[in-house]
Structures are given as C-alpha cells and as structure tokens.
C-alpha cells in the first residue's frame, strides 16, 4: 500500500521500520527538527533520522492542517494514513485524503488515558497493566473506533522510560496485526465507550515536584512515572533542587518523623518519611552534581534530619 506514515519521537520508530520492512511505499510527514541537549544541537526527530536512513521523503510543517501540509499530503495520494506519536492534530482535511482512512497507533488501552503522555500517567497513577490500541482515526482527540489492542504488565520497579520503549514495540506488533486484518477485510471497528474515557494532559517540568505527604506509594511511582523527563524533585532546606532518580518501596511504615524528613546514614541507605512509612532514596543528584546511588551520596553530603519541600 502507499502509506503516509506521521510520527515523530522514539516510540514511533518500531512502527516506521515495520512497514519498511513490509515493503509499503512509503512518505514521512514529521514535526520540525528541534534544538536538543545541553548546546541546543538542531537534530532530526527519530522518526526522520530513521526515513531519511532509507532514503524515504520526509516532509516537515509546523501545522499539518496548512494549506502546504494538506497539498503535500494530497501530492502523495496515498491509500493509508498511519500517525503514532506525531504530536499534531489533524484536519478533517487532512483525514479526507487517504483513501482508505487514517490508523493511530495509541500507547494506551483506550478509552483509558486519551491525549497527551498516557504512558507517564499510567505510571505515575500507579497501574499495573496498560498496553497499545490502534483506532480508526476521526477529528476527535482519540475518540475513534478501536481496532486492535495488546496488554502488557507495568512492572513495580519500571519507569515511563523503560515502558516507552517496550511499548514502542508492542505499537509495531499490534499495527502490523491491524493491517494484515485491513487487506484481508477483517477489520472490526468497536466503538469506545465514552463514560469509560479518561484524559491526560502533556507533563511539564512542575509535574515532577515530589509532594511526600503522599504515601510512599504515590511518591515512588511519580519518581517512575516522570523518569526520564521531566525528573522528579525536591527541594532542599536551602532552597536549592535535589533531583530524584529512583526510589524502592521499604516494609517500613512508621510515622515518627514528620512528613519530607531524610534518614539513614552510608552504611544502611538514604530515607525520607512519606505519609505512611519510609521510602528508600536510590539514586539521586545535588545541584551541579553527578548521579550518585543513597548511600555514596551520604558520604559527601550528609543530609540526615533535613526536610525536603
């Protein structure tokens, strides 16, 4: 098939490199490149690193639903539009081209989870099993029919990182499903249940504030939920930023300290009090520092007794 493949980060590569290797004719449409790292380096989204590898066309617009985005589009004639993580709404327009219709790859069990960072939220709220739709695509945020879907278990330890990548290629796997169903007229469309749907907005940096009058619980998938962007924080007794890069679950629940107070020493760990227990401190970083495991940390900053904010 000719298909318009719209994607942009990490987690739409899987599904790029499948239907490469399917051998479908192929042009990318991809957000604008974007200064990235410390030097604010321009480099090409993974998505058009991986087209431009294979010598497939790659279009980039600010808005898709420009007069250019729609006219290229339209210049490609193609018979599916494929879209995973592109990060851009699309136009009625801009779904009346394909002839077939438009297929959204989803890092969600819809209806769960519609919009923006479903995989972090899934995380940071706590869920043990989340997976990948794809959905007939319509003008709505995520509100079309769902075609084909695979579960997976979030692990207790697991970062949205760790589970962006296993997504991205469940993603591949389940719209490779979907398109074998499509050519050979086995598509079933099953409309979502709007009261079951949920919302979930894009992270910012303030996301990732630590508020340990939560349980431990709570804060220990929050510091999974936004690793690794944008990082999980507390702020030191002067005021200054302690990043948090990973924390374990203790057996501990005492309450004696009150709520944000650092314990241990270098030999057993670092702690800090949450609502209900301790939860260990694993990995962390001072402010121009490197990161550092709880207990090596302890060694050259011994914070015991202060209260993170």
Not at 127 to 135: A, E, F, H, S
Not at 235 to 244: H, N, Q
């Amino acid at each position: 098939m000719k298909i318009a493949f719209l994607g942009t980060p990490e987690f739409a590569v899987p599904s790029l490199q499948m239907l490469i290797d399917q051998g479908h004719t192929l042009t990318v449409f991809s957000q604008p490149d974007r200064p990235a790292g410390r030097h604010g380096t321009i480099l090409p989204t993974p998505v058009k690193a991986l087209a431009m590898q294979h010598g497939i066309a790659v279009h980039q617009f600010d808005k898709i639903r420009s007069p250019e985005g729609v006219a290229a589009l339209s210049a490609f004639g193609p018979d599916l539009m494929v879209t995973a993580a592109f990060g851009q709404l699309l136009s009625a327009e801009n779904l009346s081209i394909p002839r077939i219709g438009c297929i959204n790859v989803h890092g969600s069990l819809l209806p769960k989870y519609r919009g923006a960072a479903p995989i972090q939220w899934s995380v940071i709220n706590g869920d043990r099993v989340t997976g990948v739709t794809t959905m007939w695509t319509d003008i709505g945020m995520d509100t079309g029919d769902m075609l084909l879907r695979e579960e997976t278990a979030i692990g207790p330890d697991e970062t949205a990182g760790e589970l962006y990548a296993r997504l991205a290629v469940i993603g591949a796997r389940v719209l490779k499903r979907t398109l074998n169903a499509l050519e050979n007229n086995q598509l079933v469309r099953v409309p979502q249940e709007e009261a079951q749907a949920t919302k979930c907005t894009m992270l910012k940096k303030e996301h990732g504030k630590l508020d340990f009058h939560q349980t431990a619980q709570q804060v220990h998938d929050r510091v999974r939920g936004v690793n690794p962007w944008p990082g999980a924080f507390a702020l030191l007794p002067d005021g200054s930023v302690l990043k948090i890069w990973k924390t374990r679950m203790t057996d501990d629940r005492s309450v004696a300290l009150p709520t944000g107070t650092c314990t241990g020493d270098a030999k057993s760990g670092l702690y800090v009090q949450c609502q209900d227990g301790l939860l260990e401190i694993v990995e962390l970083q001072a402010p121009g520092g490197k990161r550092l495991g709880g207990k090596t940390f302890l060694r050259g900053k011994p914070i015991s007794g202060q209260v993170l904010a």
